[in-house]
Every structure is written in C-alpha cells, then in structure tokens.
C-alpha cells in the first residue's frame, strides 16, 4: 500500500498520560499535514511540514502538543499530559507540493479516546 | 465570521434527485477550492477541484462565484452510494480551511 499511512488506528488512553502517534506520508511527498476532526466537524488544521521544516502551527496546537518530521520523511505527533478534550481522530495529510495546487491525500487517521 | 461555512445538513433525498451544496468562504484572496468526499468514520478524499469557469465530472458540477465568495457542488441522478459529507475547501494560503461538512443521505 503506498498511501499515507497512520500508527496506531485506535489509541485509549488515561488523562494525564503522553500519547505519540505516526503518519507515514506517500513517499516524496515534501508537504506534510497534521488535522483534528471531532463528531460533526471538519478537519481542523493543527500544524504542517515542508520536508522537515515545521512551517506553521495553529493556536489550536498548545503547548501540550509537539510534532517532529525529524527526516522529512515519516512525522510524529505528540500529545503530553492529555486530556478528555483531546478526544478526536488525528488525521495526517501529504501532498507532492502545494495543497492548493494538487490534492492532499489523507492517511485513515487515528483515533484517540481519553477516559 | 468563519473561513468557511457550510449548511451542515442532513439533505435526504431519494434516488435519482439533483440536490445541490453551497458553501461561503470569507477571504476573498482565496485561489483554490475543492470539494472533498469523506464517508463515515473514514478519511476525506478529494472528490473534485473547483475552477473558474465551473467544471463537471459526470453527475457532479462544481462552480465557483468570486463576486458572492461561494462554490456550489450540483449531483445529479443520486444514487444511494453518494450518501457522504461533503466538505468544502478553500485554499486562501497553507495550509487547506475545510467547512465543517453538509451531510447526504440518499434514499431508496
């Protein structure tokens, strides 16, 4: 499969425990993009690549939140100390160039339930 | 005012009707507008680009009105395999402002 592929599929964590998870992009794809989509929302952009450079980070993104693409390959998205509210699927989008240009593809995300 | 907005729906149609989506966007520096398709508890996928002069792929059209700042997105002949939510995007910069999705049940 060489498609964007998302580590683990499920995650159910505690509050108050640190959760990484990892998107594997189409290869040579140099963009990079990490969403969160809840129930009857959209994809809510939370930060994105260009090869390795973090280019931008939302104020969604606080300080909880960290995401590395330490190759400019495969990228890491981790979540200290978590909360209910970051109960979401995180989505992980790569395109060739970009987005605006050519379509973004989406991994299968990961979703992730704090209890 | 948001970036991108949506009637949520749900629109419930049966088979073979013409419904039709609009979505507003407020930054009127926006260059790039899609629609994506993204079936339940499933990734989005790219279901068609927006273009100026309007642009039709089969039973779906999709145009664009600069003036007014909305995209519509036109089904024709539903069938019961379009019942989805379509979630407009636009592109004002990097990265992609999806809506928050109009919902299609198609009924048979």
């Known amino acids: 499969d060489t498609g964007v592929s998302q580590n683990p599929r499920h995650k159910i964590t505690k509050r108050g425990q640190n959760v990484t998870f990892r998107c594997d992009p189409i290869s040579e794809h140099n963009r990079l993009y990490w969403y969160r989509q809840t129930l009857g929302q959209g994809p809510e952009f939370l930060t994105y690549?260009?090869?390795?450079?973090?280019?931008?980070k939302s104020r969604l993104l606080s300080d909880r939140f960290s995401a590395e693409r330490p190759k400019g390959s495969f990228s890491t998205l981790e979540i200290q100390r978590t909360e209910q509210g970051d109960s979401a699927m995180y989505l992980c989008?790569?395109?060739?160039?970009?987005?605006?240009?050519?379509?973004?593809?989406f991994g299968q995300g990961t979703r992730l339930t704090v209890v | 005012r948001k970036e991108v907005e949506q009637d949520p729906g749900p629109f419930n149609v049966p088979e073979g009707a013409t419904v039709a989506f609009n979505c507003t966007y407020s930054n009127s520096a926006s260059q790039s507008f899609f629609w994506y398709r993204q079936d339940c508890r499933k990734e989005p996928k790219l279901l068609m680009s927006v273009y100026s002069s309007g642009n039709e792929d089969g039973r779906f059209t999709a145009q664009l009105n600069r003036a007014s700042q909305y995209i519509s997105l036109l089904i024709r002949d539903s069938k019961l395999s379009d019942s989805a939510t379509y979630l407009c995007?636009?592109?004002?910069?990097?990265?992609?402002?999806f809506g928050k999705g109009t919902r299609l049940s198609v009924i048979a």
């Open positions: 989008a790569s395109s060739p160039t970009l987005a605006r240009d050519t379509e973004a593809f």
């Open positions: 690549f260009q090869n390795e450079a973090q280019l931008e």
């Open positions: 995007v636009v592109n004002p910069r990097e990265p992609l402002v």
